[in-house]
Nanobody, 128 residues
Framework: QVQLVESGGGQVQAGGSLRLSCAAS????????TGWFRQAPGKEREFVAH????????YYGDSAKGRFTISRDNAKNTLYLQMNSLEPEDTAVYYC?????????????????????WGQGTQVTVSS
């Protein structure tokens, strides 16, 4: 199975940018469709972005559209989330996740339960 480790979180001022990384090991990331979620204190885990195994389709949650970009570097076995124009409301622990593409044949890329593998999370704090 694949293991996922996030990095790149930190503290940034509103309007700033961060790039999160998710390094995969154990199996090639090319086997999986991948996603990013986030969870703020006292709130449910929220869908941020999804990237299909083929790389041909990317989907974003409403809060991420126009500001965040999901991408992957298969040679480095790493998934990325570029976050621009950050707002205090983006403060959360960010998680990367993966699952075999068959889980998404009927959509559902925004559902936590459709992802089988998760990283430990990285904290992002945006100050006003």
């Amino acid at each position: 199975q694949v293991q996922l480790v996030e990095s790149g979180g930190g503290q940034v001022q509103a309007g700033g940018s961060l790039r999160l990384s998710c390094a995969a090991s154990g199996r090639p990331l090319t086997l999986y469709s991948t996603g990013w979620f986030r969870q703020a204190p006292g709130k449910e885990r929220e869908f941020v972005a999804h990237n299909s195994r083929s790389g041909g389709g990317s989907y974003y949650g409403d809060s991420a559209k126009g500001r965040f970009t999901i991408s992957r570097d298969n040679a480095k076995n790493t998934l990325y989330l570029q976050m621009n124009s950050l707002e205090p409301e983006d403060t959360a622990v960010y998680y990367c996740a993966a699952s075999f593409p068959s889980k998404f044949f009927s959509g559902g890329y925004d559902r936590v339960g459709n992802y089988d593998y998760w990283g430990q999370g990285t904290q992002v704090t945006v100050s006003s």
